[in-house]
């Protein structure tokens, strides 16, 4: 299980683990929890690089970054 804090969005942390190089277990601590519990209902058992790929460069109405470009970041960490 990885514990990562979030930079520049509503969610405060990302929760998450990776079995064998699928995502598993996901979950945004703070944020909007009905899209937070989507996103993580419909990653759920992808590849982790699939996840990366599509998550990586999503933004945030005028943000930079969003919650799932968070978690892509994370992600890619851990691989």
């Not at 996840?51 to 960490?77: F, H, M, W, Y």
């Amino acid at each position: 299980m990885y514990k990562v804090a979030t930079s520049g969005v509503c969610a405060r942390e990302i929760i998450f683990n990776i079995e064998d190089g699928l995502v598993g277990h996901v979950e945004f601590v703070g944020g909007c929890p009905g899209n937070a519990i989507g996103l993580s209902n419909m990653i759920k058992g992808m590849p982790v690089t699939d996840v990366i790929e599509r998550l990586k460069d999503v933004k945030c109405g005028n943000k930079s970054t969003s919650c799932p470009s968070q978690l892509a970041l994370a992600l890619e960490k851990c691989l």
